[in-house]
Structures are given as structure tokens and as C-alpha cells.
């Protein structure tokens, strides 16, 4: 048996810990310190390496986050494939993104607190409306624990560590849903009411 060394690469470099982590998604200041205070050193480097593949870094400072979102091409100009795929929603996750925003909206008017935090009772509450009506509470709460495992995927919510039925609502959500569509928020919602009763029409005939 050889005592022969296992041979190793170069350490990464913290650019490349930076951009790796912005990769992988949204890079939160409370949850990676490590990489976020990289992050403040190197965002021009950042910047320039994402560039190339056709990418904006995009950092919050107040709010504590950073993401990667595809730049925009000139008109006319060759767009390079999308390296951050657009992601399709099912009606119920729009839905809760819209409610969500609209409640993180509301928190931020009404307190100087910065973490938004709802029980799985709150959000099966706020969604219950546009959803078919049904008998079966179990049923209902497992479905919105369904679109609520959507949200925390796509990085909008956080399970608290050590009660997994309270969620925090990231503030990277106000980075995807703007002022000009939150003004027009109870419009959108009205809207999401009719779409509700044809879905539930459509429910009721499979």
C-alpha cells in the first residue's frame, strides 16, 4: 500500500468561491458571511467574470443579498442562450408570490422590524381563497405545503430552523416583484380571483 501523498489542486480562488456560490443562486449576507464579505471586495471582478457569460450580478446592500440575473442584449444583437432559465409557476405559486408581497409590503409599512415571519396556518389562511373549495382540510393544508416547497425553492421563503411549520419570507422577493406591479397589486389579485373560480371549475370536471 503506497504512502504516496494524495495529490491536490490549487485552493480555490475567492473569486471563484464568489461566483460559485452566486451560481448555485441568491447569496444572503446573514446566511454566508464568508462569501458575502468576498463578494463586497471583489464585485467589480465579479462583474466582469459574469459578464462574459452573459450575466449581472445584482447586489442589494440594504436588503443583504445577491443574485445572478441574464443582461439584457441590444436590439438587433445575437442573444446568447439563458444560463438562468425562466422557470414556469403553477397558478397557486403565482398566486402565493403575489400574497406574499403584498403581506412583506405591508410588514415594512407597519413596523421598523426587517424579518417577516408567517406560521404554515397564516399562508394556508392568505391562499384558501383561490384555491377550490374543498371538505378536506388535510387535503388543503397539504397542498399548500406543496406550493409553499415551491417557494422555498425558488428562494422566497426560509423554513426557521427548529420549527419547520414558520417560514421567513426573504426580502430577495421585492428584488422580482417591483413598485409598479405591487401598485397595481389589487387589480392583479382580482384578477387571480377569476382565474381561481376557472380553476376550480376545471378541478371539479376531472
Keep these: 500500500m503506497s504512502d504516496a501523498p494524495v495529490a491536490t489542486g490549487p485552493e480555490p480562488s475567492d473569486l471563484s468561491v464568489v461566483v460559485?456560490?452566486?451560481?448555485?443562486g441568491p447569496l444572503y449576507r446573514?446566511?454566508?458571511?464568508?462569501?458575502?464579505?468576498m463578494l463586497g471586495r471583489l464585485r467589480a471582478q465579479v462583474s466582469d467574470y459574469v459578464a462574459v457569460l452573459g450575466l449581472q450580478v445584482v447586489v442589494d446592500e440594504s436588503e443583504g443579498y445577491a443574485f445572478l440575473r441574464s443582461r439584457p442584449h441590444p436590439e438587433g444583437a445575437v442573444a446568447l442562450p439563458r444560463l438562468?432559465?425562466?422557470?414556469?409557476?403553477?397558478f397557486p405559486?403565482?398566486?402565493?408570490?403575489?400574497l406574499l408581497r403584498k403581506r412583506l409590503a405591508e410588514f415594512d409599512?407597519?413596523?421598523?422590524?426587517t424579518r417577516l415571519v408567517l406560521s404554515r396556518d397564516q399562508i394556508v389562511e392568505m391562499l384558501r381563497l383561490f384555491l377550490p373549495s374543498s371538505n378536506n382540510e388535510a387535503r388543503l393544508v397539504d397542498q399548500v405545503g406543496a406550493h409553499i416547497n415551491k417557494?422555498?425553492?425558488?428562494?422566497?421563503?426560509q423554513r426557521l430552523r427548529g420549527s419547520p411549520d414558520d417560514f421567513e419570507v426573504r426580502r430577495i422577493l421585492k428584488a422580482y416583484v417591483d413598485g409598479q406591479w405591487l401598485a397595481d397589486l389589487d387589480a392583479r389579485l382580482a384578477e387571480y380571483l377569476g382565474e381561481a373560480a376557472a380553476y376550480e371549475d376545471e378541478a371539479e370536471a376531472v
Design 30 to 37: 446573514d446566511t454566508n458571511v464568508h462569501a458575502w464579505e
Design 84 to 90: 438562468i432559465a425562466r422557470q414556469p409557476l403553477s
Design 151 to 157: 417557494v422555498i425553492e425558488l428562494g422566497f421563503l
Design 20 to 24: 460559485v456560490n452566486l451560481c448555485r
Design 109 to 113: 409599512s407597519s413596523t421598523a422590524e
Design 93 to 98: 405559486v403565482s398566486v402565493l408570490l403575489a
